[in-house]
């Protein structure tokens, strides 16, 4: 894919500024400033929306690489996903809204308290201040503008950095489940595949976005921490709770579902221009089947809040099952086909998920 870089690189360490600071750092400087010695955040790749198929670069010809082109082999014609993606319509996307599950029990109210403290973490990270902005803009919008508007640039290393987390708690969860049901000599009753396919469909929002954005070595760094960090703590959290486990990954996935409507509000609110002429990259139109027309950056964001839509259905409905006997919802059938069950679909979406007396 070629590529035109409209953004680079940071001159300082985290430490020594704050988050905004450093993103302020980063935006207007021209791709060619010191790059060997500026560790960049992220390089923002920009596909051009005039044609689809053979996109327009500036960028040098020797220079131009795909950040992670597939592999040339001489008898592999093409390596499909493993999961296939089921079809979303654009009626059920755009039916997607925010929503909370209020917490009722102190599992529940864990999960939420862990929920906000990583969510402050991440708008620290990512210079991402909504509250601050509404807050401001009611008295003084052009100041809010200022001061806490979200560029493409913002919005893109927020994206990256909780992509490459989202994909492990579905990862871990599987794997607990997988060795539980080998070392107990049990059965598992259907939840592993769709908690791997969680973590799958999370890294191909992340392979998505890594289309779009070459993450620097300081974001790199960033996510090895958070990865280390973050999988054994879920590690340790699934073998003494799981139900709070999936409450936890329901309440992320609310807040999800939450910054993507922001991105798409802002997109269609024309605040954000060079994603205006985005087209989404050839992995997600294969991946999501995203049909001719409807491929643009707008439409990909939709896709992916529609994902992590169903994570939150998905997780909540879990955690409201018993953790060692209840058969997965999302892979079982059932008797009485006239009312709706849970599918992998989201023509049925539950935003605070299924209560267990509704599906077993
Ligand atoms: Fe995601
Ligand atoms: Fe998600």
Redesign the pocket.
């Given at each position: 894919m070629l590529s035109t870089r409209t953004a680079t690189s940071c001159g300082v360490l985290a430490s020594q500024r704050t988050s905004a600071q450093i993103l302020k750092a980063f935006s207007g400087l021209p791709s060619s400033t010191n790059f060997s010695t500026r560790p960049a955040y992220i390089v923002v790749h920009k596909l051009q929306l005039s044609n689809p198929h053979r996109n327009f670069s500036t960028t040098p010809a020797p220079r131009i690489k795909e950040f992670f082109p597939p592999p040339e082999t001489d008898n592999v014609r093409e390596t499909p996903p493993a999961w296939p993606h089921p079809i979303y319509t654009e009626e059920q996307m755009n039916a997607v809204t925010i929503a909370h599950r209020e917490a009722k029990n102190w599992s529940d109210w864990v999960a939420l308290a862990a929920v906000r403290v990583l969510r402050t973490g991440l708008d620290f990270a990512s210079g991402y201040k909504h509250d601050k902005a509404v807050a401001l803009s009611k008295t003084d919008p052009a100041a809010a503008n200022r001061k806490y508007a979200m560029t493409e640039r913002k919005y893109m290393i927020r994206n990256i950095f909780l992509e490459s987390v989202?994909g492990v708690p579905g990862m871990v969860a599987g794997m607990l489940r997988h060795l539980h049901s080998m070392r107990r000599m049990r059965r598992d009753n259907g939840w592993i595949e769709t908690l791997l396919e969680?973590s799958f469909?999370?890294r191909m929002?992340l392979l998505t976005f890594l289309k779009m954005a070459e993450p620097g070595w300081f974001m790199r760094l960033m996510v090895l921490g958070a990865q280390g960090v973050f999988f054994n703590a879920m590690f340790v959290a699934y073998l003494i709770s799981p139900r709070t486990c999936h409450r936890f990954v329901g309440y992320?996935?609310e807040e999800?579902v939450m910054t993507y409507t922001r991105e798409i509000k802002d997109l269609e609110a024309g605040k954000l221009p060079l994603w205006e002429k985005t087209m989404a990259p050839e992995i997600a139109v294969k991946y999501w089947n995203m049909p001719e027309g409807k491929r643009t950056m707008r439409d990909l964001l939709l896709y992916i809040r529609a994902?992590?839509a169903k994570?939150?259905e998905v997780n909540h409905t879990l955690g409201n099952l018993d953790q060692r006997n209840d058969p997965n919802p999302y892979v079982s059938t059932y008797k009485d086909l006239s009312k709706p069950h849970p599918t992998k679909g989201i023509e049925h979406l539950k935003p605070i998920g299924w209560e267990r007396e509704d599906v077993l």
């Open positions: 989202a969680e469909n999370e929002h992320l996935e999800a994902d992590e994570h939150r």
